[in-house]
């Protein structure tokens, strides 16, 4: 394959939808799909094997779920606007509202046959990286126990909380505590209780036993409340990589850069936004104080103009030549759906691969679809 291409594997992604159908079945709970990770809706028609609905944050979103996986969306947004809220109503089953002013101006247009929720602020989440924590001081997500009357407006029927980014079952077990202590006092008041994504039970050391049983629990303590939990990067994890090329090796101050035909700012951000280290096929992540010593320690950099555009430092065992690949694993979740085109970088193809062999071409990218966006 000539240019850089992400390919999702049909097998890995059955894998993870059948875990989590199993999670959902015997917890008694709704796992919807949470497209802020995961977007590419060709492969819907797996997906809905194994659940029924998603969840969406705009517009766009939302129409996505209607007219592409064939169900109304469970919508939240930070804000909705007077122009597009009525046909985001249009495509919702559930639509929560993130602050009581929010739901004041538009719950009377939402129409009778959506279930309006809540966004809740419980104070607490162990997400360490403060660009993903939901609760931290001064957030602009959700509404703090303080805030609520103690007699909710009639047609709220639920609540939404988000604490968690990538988190274990342990982590859901002590925030449930604060969640409980700060909101159960309207939980009879209520139809639904949405726990928000993070939830990644299709990690290989997650707890799946201990989050099956805190689900349970809710359902003894709370037996008329449905629970939803809508995780993103669970559903994609571990299920295929971002393949990219050599294009050149460059070298300065005793440190080598091999350039890509990918860009880390533009087809894999989370990696500089979190930041986190990708594992790289065939490579092994050292220590950045190792570059001068090692003889085939590389710093990968991207093909864009932004100076910090590169990560580093990875040993291959070998001398890199231009032409060869180079393969990001674990490339599928919150890439597709964050990837842009700043430079006219040359946008990775979407391939899937399926159960029996065959690789398909989702979507390839050119000029096109680069000047169209500056329409």
């Not at 917890?27 to 060709?42: G, S």
């Not at 909101?183 to 990690?203: D, E, I, S, V, Y």
Request: with cysteine; aromatic share 10%.
């Amino acid at each position: 394959m000539e240019g850089p291409v992400y390919i999702i594997e049909e097998e890995k992604l059955r894998r993870n939808l059948r875990l989590i159908a199993d999670v959902a079945r015997r917890a008694d709970v709704e796992i919807i799909l949470a497209f802020k990770a995961y977007a590419l809706w060709k492969t819907f028609p797996v997906f809905r094997e194994y659940i029924s609905a998603t969840t969406a944050s705009s517009l766009s979103e939302a129409r996505l779920a209607k007219e592409t996986f064939g169900a109304p969306a469970h919508t939240y947004s930070p804000a909705y606007t007077d122009r597009e809220i009525d046909e985001i109503a249009a495509c919702s089953s559930h639509l929560t509202f993130n602050s009581l002013s929010q739901y004041e101006r538009f719950h009377e247009r939402v129409g009778q046959k959506v279930s309006i929720g809540l966004r809740v602020n419980p104070e607490y989440s162990e997400v360490g990286t403060l660009l993903y924590n939901p609760c931290a001081p001064g957030t602009r997500f959700g509404v703090t126990a303080d805030k609520l009357p103690p007699q909710l407006p009639a047609d709220v029927e639920g609540f939404h909380c988000h604490c968690h980014c990538e988190s274990g079952a342990d982590v859901l077990q002590r925030t449930l505590v604060h969640i409980e202590d700060k909101f159960a006092r309207w939980f009879p008041q209520l139809k639904w209780l949405n726990l928000g994504g993070g939830h990644l039970m299709t990690r290989r050391d997650y707890d799946v036993e201990l989050l099956v049983s805190l689900m349970k629990g809710l359902h003894e303590r709370y037996p008329w409340l449905k629970i939803i939990l809508e995780p993103g990067s669970a559903f994609a994890w571990q299920t295929g990589p971002l393949v990219s090329h050599v294009v050149d090796i460059v070298e300065d101050k005793g440190i080598r850069t091999a350039i890509l035909d990918v860009s880390f700012t533009c087809h894999m951000p989370d990696c500089l936004e979190m930041p986190y280290m990708p594992d790289v096929r065939g490579a092994e992540t050292i220590d950045q104080c190792s570059v001068v010593n090692g003889h085939h320690v590389y710093r990968l950099g991207g093909n864009s103009c932004l100076s910090g555009d590169f990560m580093g430092s990875w040993k291959f065992d070998h001398e890199l030549q231009p032409g060869e690949e180079i393969i990001f694993e674990d490339m599928i979740h919150y890439t597709t759906v964050k990837t842009n085109m700043f430079n006219g970088i040359s946008h990775p193809a979407i391939a899937m691969l399926h159960e029996d062999g065959r690789l398909e071409m989702l979507r390839e990218y050119g000029y096109e679809d680069y000047r169209d966006r500056m329409d």
